[in-house]
């Protein structure tokens, strides 16, 4: 049975999942629709890698379709999304350590990924990749949970208790590591000259 | 409140999630100590770094089409059984059953052997010792496993050797002895007493 894409609309998240539990393929194409973005976001910022991020934003999908039939809505969607995309990270992060660059030239041309919005002045163009890949290295310089941790808050938008949910420890201990985190980037900024 | 504690509280302070008291006394804190304002002033501009990087553009073609085409693959695959899955299934059902045939006639043999092992040693009525002398008895006698000490019990017992003695019978090519021993006591305590000549 496949809702309507117009009716899906209006629905949360949680019933989406459970339509795709019961077999409607438009469900689990909307709630792609609504996570694509942002996963792929959180993904490139975790691996400075475009087209990795795009294959683990497949994996997560991939995951969540095969689990629906298993899907209860204990916590909220968002969560449970990201905690699939989480624990993928952490087996990416293991296979292959993510590229910690450490100068602007080690960074080749592919890093430069188009950026949204109009621009008519290529040195405008140039200058945005570069502070797009200065704040990539920084985020590189953490380890891979304040990464995470970061991403997650600053980028994500997601509240201190979700993050903690997500990573499956006490906000407290998400507080001390982002404080760690934010610290360590602080560094980075004052090392080159920011 | 002392700087150390403000200073560890300005992330949450920064994100507005303090209670309305612990906000009031940060903000307290601040307005007369430059030193904290400086570690604010901080804060803010880490958020500024990080945030200066754009939205990703969306990609050119969405991952939609290629995951719906996966996932329609897999649904084939798990219906029809070509997956990877069913095939490992299939080939460890053939593999443990050619472990069972393979346990099976092992033990099969190994009970085979077992009982011909007793042979030697306590035999069916009629056996006779073989061997190539009567001087052969004594030590031969002895190193036969699990026979008791001279004079206490009797069998007749038959063990094949290569080398012939042209004056004794021979049997198949080789020569035979009949030897008989005395049982002590109870025949419950040994193997009966058989006849001298054995076959």
């Given at each position: 049975?496949?809702?309507?894409?117009?009716?899906?609309?209006?629905?949360?998240d949680?019933?989406?999942?459970l339509?795709v539990?019961?077999?409607?393929h438009k469900?689990?194409?909307?709630l792609l629709?609504?996570?694509?973005?942002?996963?792929?976001?959180?993904?490139y910022?975790?691996?400075?890698d475009?087209?990795?991020?795009?294959?683990?934003?497949?994996?997560?999908?991939?995951?969540l379709?095969?689990?629906a039939?298993?899907?209860?809505?204990?916590?909220?969607?968002s969560?449970?999304?990201?905690q699939?995309?989480r624990?993928l990270s952490?087996n990416?992060?293991?296979?292959r350590?993510?590229?910690?660059?450490?100068?602007?030239?080690?960074?080749?041309?592919?890093?430069?990924?188009?950026?949204?919005?109009?621009?008519?002045?290529?040195?405008e163009?140039?200058?945005?990749?570069?502070?797009?890949?200065?704040v990539q290295?920084?985020?590189?310089?953490?380890n891979?949970e304040?990464?995470?941790i970061?991403?997650?808050?600053?980028?994500?938008?997601?509240?201190?208790?979700?993050v903690?949910?997500?990573m499956g420890?006490s906000?407290?201990t998400?507080?001390?590591?982002m404080f760690?985190?934010?610290?360590?980037?602080?560094?980075?900024?004052v090392?080159?000259?920011? | 409140m002392?700087?150390?504690?403000?200073?560890k509280?300005?992330?949450?302070?920064?994100?507005?999630?303090?209670s309305?008291?612990?906000?009031?006394?940060v903000d307290?804190?601040?307005?007369?100590?430059?030193?904290?304002?400086?570690?604010?002033?901080?804060?803010e501009?880490v958020?500024?770094?990080l945030?200066?990087?754009?939205?990703?553009?969306?990609?050119?073609?969405?991952?939609a089409?290629?995951l719906?085409?996966?996932?329609?693959?897999?649904?084939?695959?798990t219906?029809?059984?070509?997956?990877?899955?069913s095939l490992?299934?299939r080939?460890?059902?053939?593999?443990?059953?050619?472990?069972?045939?393979?346990?099976?006639?092992?033990?099969?043999m190994?009970?085979?052997?077992?009982?011909?092992?007793y042979y030697?040693t306590?035999?069916p009525?009629?056996?006779?010792?073989?061997?190539?002398?009567?001087?052969?008895?004594g030590?031969?006698?002895?190193?036969?496993?699990?026979?008791?000490?001279?004079g206490?019990?009797v069998?007749n017992?038959?063990?094949?050797?290569?080398?012939?003695?042209?004056?004794?019978?021979?049997?198949?090519g080789?020569?035979?002895?009949?030897?008989?021993?005395?049982?002590d006591?109870?025949?419950a305590d040994g193997?009966?007493?058989?006849?001298?000549?054995?076959?």
């Amino acid at each position: 049975m496949n809702t309507s894409r117009e009716l899906l609309r209006d629905y949360s998240d949680e019933a989406l999942m459970l339509l795709v539990r019961d077999g409607d393929h438009k469900a689990f194409e909307e709630l792609l629709r609504r996570y694509e973005k942002q996963l792929l976001s959180f993904f490139y910022r975790l691996t400075s890698d475009y087209d990795g991020a795009k294959d683990l934003v497949m994996d997560v999908f991939l995951k969540l379709y095969q689990a629906a039939a298993r899907y209860e809505p204990r916590a909220k969607f968002s969560t449970y999304i990201y905690q699939i995309a989480r624990n993928l990270s952490i087996n990416e992060f293991n296979k292959r350590q993510f590229r910690k660059t450490s100068s602007l030239d080690e960074m080749d041309e592919e890093d430069g990924i188009e950026i949204a919005g109009n621009e008519p002045n290529a040195m405008e163009i140039m200058e945005r990749q570069e502070k797009q890949q200065m704040v990539q290295m920084a985020l590189n310089s953490l380890n891979e949970e304040q990464r995470t941790i970061l991403i997650l808050t600053e980028y994500q938008g997601l509240p201190i208790d979700r993050v903690a949910q997500i990573m499956g420890c006490s906000v407290g201990t998400i507080k001390s590591r982002m404080f760690r985190a934010r610290q360590r980037i602080k560094e980075w900024m004052v090392e080159h000259g920011l | 409140m002392d700087c150390r504690i403000v200073q560890k509280r300005l992330g949450d302070y920064r994100m507005g999630i303090l209670s309305e008291p612990e906000h009031a006394l940060v903000d307290q804190h601040l307005a007369n100590c430059a030193d904290c304002r400086a570690a604010l002033r901080d804060e803010e501009s880490v958020s500024s770094f990080l945030r200066q990087t754009e939205d990703l553009a969306p990609p050119e073609t969405s991952v939609a089409s290629e995951l719906m085409q996966k996932l329609k693959q897999k649904d084939r695959e798990t219906r029809h059984g070509t997956g990877r899955d069913s095939l490992f299934i299939r080939v460890a059902v053939i593999v443990l059953v050619v472990v069972l045939f393979a346990l099976a006639g092992v033990l099969i043999m190994r009970y085979s052997r077992d009982n011909k092992a007793y042979y030697p040693t306590y035999g069916p009525v009629g056996f006779t010792w073989v061997g190539d002398s009567d001087e052969d008895e004594g030590e031969l006698w002895k190193s036969l496993p699990g026979m008791p000490s001279e004079g206490r019990s009797v069998h007749n017992i038959q063990i094949p050797v290569k080398q012939p003695d042209p004056d004794a019978p021979e049997s198949n090519g080789r020569v035979i002895h009949t030897f008989e021993l005395e049982t002590d006591g109870d025949p419950a305590d040994g193997p009966p007493v058989r006849d001298k000549e054995g076959k």
